[in-house]
Each structure stands twice: as structure tokens, then as C-alpha cells.
């Protein structure tokens, strides 16, 4: 499986953007794709997750409510949208694959990350 991250950018404070895992490989549809990041000095911490067969969702609490994964089929992309953005969402996001979806928190269960893409929130 690959993944490639994009459409990070610079936003300010409340506004939106949409970020794109892109997968390919035979085997992408088995797993569950989830978003991570890592702020400045920080760990990274989980995000959000979907899983391809069913399209569960997963939120962190500190992004439920303001961001939104999803499936593009046609395009073979999971998508975040992200929402009403936080100074503190600034970071550097990445997008992973995991089986089973039970993991789908827990970073070092990945199998597979993308490069991060960056996504910057100014006041």
C-alpha cells in the first residue's frame, strides 16, 4: 500500500480545509485509513479513521464536531475536511493505514504512513 498526503496550507483561525490521503496498491481496500498529526514539540497524536469496507468513523474528541472523514471511491482518496480550524490545529498531518480497524487509534499498529503534509493556523 502507498499513501500521499496533501492539501495542507496556510489557514486562518476559523476557517476551513481539506486535506487527501491517496492510496494505491492492490490491497489499500482492507484497510483502515487513519489521520494522525504532530504539532510542534509534540507528539503525534491520532485524528481520525475510516475504514474502506464499511466506512466507519473514529474522531479524537478534540476534532469530533469540526472535522469530517470520507471515502472517494472514484478518486482512491480518504479526505479530511477540516472545519472551524484551531490555532491549535496547526501540525503536521499524516495519513496511515492499519488492519484491523480495532487498532485504528494506535499508532504503532500502522503498517503504512504517507509523508506528512503541513497545515499551519494563524490568528
Known amino acids: 500500500v502507498q499513501l500521499q498526503a496533501s492539501g495542507g496550507g496556510l489557514v486562518q483561525a476559523g476557517g476551513s480545509l481539506r486535506l487527501s490521503c491517496a492510496a494505491s496498491?492492490?490491497?489499500?481496500?482492507?484497510?483502515?485509513i487513519g489521520w494522525f498529526r504532530q504539532g510542534p514539540g509534540m507528539e503525534r497524536v491520532f485524528v481520525a479513521a475510516?475504514?474502506?469496507?464499511?466506512?466507519?468513523?473514529l474522531y479524537s474528541s478534540s476534532v469530533k464536531g469540526r472535522f469530517t472523514i470520507s471515502i472517494d471511491n472514484a478518486k482512491n482518496t480518504v479526505d479530511l475536511l477540516m472545519n472551524s480550524l484551531k490555532l491549535e490545529d496547526t501540525a503536521v498531518y499524516y495519513c496511515?493505514?492499519?488492519?484491523?480497524?480495532?487498532?485504528?487509534?494506535?499508532?504503532?499498529?500502522?503498517?503504512?504512513w504517507g509523508q506528512g503534509t503541513q497545515v499551519t493556523v494563524s490568528s
Open positions: 496511515g493505514a492499519v488492519s484491523p480497524y480495532r487498532y485504528a487509534r494506535i499508532q504503532n499498529k500502522y503498517n503504512f
Open positions: 496498491g492492490r490491497t489499500f481496500r482492507s484497510y483502515t
Open positions: 475510516i475504514d474502506w469496507r464499511d466506512s466507519s468513523t
